[in-house]
């Protein structure tokens, strides 16, 4: 399996190590040198650059079993996710995702995704859910897209982090990122807000042991009505295993509209956002559901692509897509205040057809005429 990895990416090329941040800018004519070359030796600056990079030194393998080399894309998307399921064995009812119905791909037309990834040129590849690791292809999935030379991130709650298949797989085959959503800091906040008995436990139990094998991890602090009493402990949580974290206290409507996870808000605790500025959504991003249906982003999931029938192509219609959803129509017409807006305009949309209240996401809401 290799050990590095070349890859074009956006304007440039780069080397990278799956399991690391780390990355140096890389040379066309290196990376040329690396498609086709001249002996089966690695070279000496490949050398240089994976010991200056990674303290790394590379054995006597041939090249070619050193480092994947990545192709061109004509698409030029460097990150996608993918939702392997929506199935989740927590039943947190702040969760956008609403039904959590399993459902998804066959295995043959999953592999086949995978390939589309690939071929779309992406580099950083999200694993998501639901749960992915209840996912009964998820060791299949992970591994494929390891194998294909994408660097993986996982989304999960960890309750499943320490099952010795998964945990063999992630040590194997490290992913660059492991991203543990946290519920609270005592199980009677935790299990409350997942209305799971024991799940705290599973959560510490695979935080524990990714920890212990040196996993790349960090914590999603996910700060609700139901455990904002904990969020100091739960930042102090995060620091005693030093651990970086992120904090999430705005709750979004469900993808089918359902505006009964705004309850879930601790008013309290919701943080400014920074003023919207645009993003490359639909253009160098994508987002994959259970079903192979790709969308800009998780949130605007209107003009799904079936990538099942249109396979790598039908992405070179995403960018038009993400055009169109970005501009400011519906319940934002005619906004004097829209320049620094803090919500993109998709996640405007679905706040809209929930019937939100508009405090709940325009920080205009007093001053809006």
Request: hydrophobic fraction near 40%.
């Amino acid at each position: 399996m290799h050990q590095l990895i070349a890859a074009p990416y956006a304007d440039h090329h780069l080397l990278v190590r799956p399991g690391s941040p780390r990355a140096a800018r890389l040379p066309l004519r290196r990376y040329e040198e690396l498609r086709t070359p001249a002996s089966s030796v690695a070279p000496a600056w490949l050398a240089d650059a994976a010991r200056l990079a990674w303290d790394m030194e590379l054995s006597e393998q041939a090249v070619n079993e050193i480092v994947l080399v990545r192709n061109h894309s004509p698409y030029g998307y460097g990150r996608a996710s993918y939702e392997l399921n929506l199935g989740c064995n927590y039943d947190c009812e702040h969760c956008y995702l609403g039904l959590k119905q399993f459902s998804g791909l066959d295995w043959p037309d999953r592999e086949r995704l995978l390939h589309v990834v690939r071929d779309a040129g992406v580099l950083w590849f999200q694993l998501t859910g639901g749960e992915p690791m209840i996912d009964k292809f998820f060791p299949e999935t992970y591994e494929l897209a390891y194998e294909l030379g994408m660097l993986v991130k996982i989304l999960t709650n960890g309750s499943r982090l320490a099952t010795a298949r998964n945990l063999a797989l992630l040590t194997r085959l490290r992913p660059n990122r492991i991203t543990l959503s946290l519920y609270g800091a005592t199980a009677d906040a935790y299990d409350g807000l997942t209305r799971r008995r024991g799940a705290y436990r599973m959560f510490l139990k695979g935080l524990d042991a990714a920890h212990e094998a040196g996993l790349p991890l960090d914590l999603a602090l996910i700060i609700t009505r139901h455990n904002a009493h904990e969020a100091d402990q739960m930042r102090a949580f995060a620091d005693r295993y030093a651990l970086p974290y992120r904090e999430y206290t705005h709750m979004s409507p469900t993808i089918y509209g359902g505006a009964e996870t705004l309850a879930t808000q601790a008013p309290n605790h919701l943080a400014d956002r920074e003023p919207f500025r645009g993003c490359n959504a639909g253009h160098t991003f994508f987002h994959v559901d259970p079903h192979g249906m790709a969308s800009i982003c998780k949130v605007g999931r209107d003009d799904a692509i079936p990538l099942m029938t249109t396979g790598v192509e039908g992405l070179s219609r995403l960018g038009g897509v993400a055009d169109s959803l970005m501009l400011r129509t519906g319940g934002c017409t005619g906004c004097q205040l829209s320049g620094t807006c803090r919500v993109c305009r998709p996640l405007a949309k679905v706040y809209q057809e929930a019937e939100a209240p508009l405090d709940r996401y325009c920080q205009h809401s007093t001053t809006r005429s």
